[in-house]
């Protein structure tokens, strides 16, 4: 079954999250969701904020929230180097939902000094490490 697999690498800034084989990853891409299996043409994307989905060989599932970054795909390696990653039982949920309350509560107060992308921004990482803390 190694042949249907592939090297993934997951990297941000602060250390290397991942590095092992996988049957499939699926990454939130700027333009959309990626889907990549073993063999897969090569590739340069940039990501957003969302969810990463991999999948080994045995069907196992992990997930994972990510903040963006970017990918690239070349002889069956698959490195990700994201602003943040992390798997769902890494995630603290309290803070996360003080994120998003924090977030919300920019959006509400409609002050000229909000950057609102940014708080759009924040409110979209926060409700994304949510869902996926909640759901493993």
């Known amino acids: 079954m190694a042949e249907k697999t592939f090297k993934l690498e997951i990297v941000t800034p602060e250390r290397t999250v991942l590095s092992q084989n996988f049957a499939s990853v699926v990454l939130p891409g700027k333009e959309g969701s990626l889907g990549i299996l073993a063999n897969h043409a090569p590739l340069m994307a940039e990501l957003t904020i969302g969810e990463i989905r991999l999948r080994d060989a045995d069907g196992q599932t992990i997930r994972m929230a990510t903040s963006g970054g970017f990918v690239e795909v ?43 992308m940014r708080a759009e921004a924040a409110l979209k990482r926060a409700m994304v490490r949510i869902r996926i803390a909640r759901e493993g």
Request: hydrophobic share 35%; charged share 45%; proline share 0%.
């Open 74 to 116: 070349r002889d069956n390696v698959v490195r990700i180097l994201a602003d943040t990653a992390e798997r769902s039982d890494e995630i603290d949920l309290q803070r996360a939902e003080e994120a998003r309350e924090r977030a919300e509560t920019r959006l509400r107060s409609h002050a000229s000094d909000i950057d609102m």
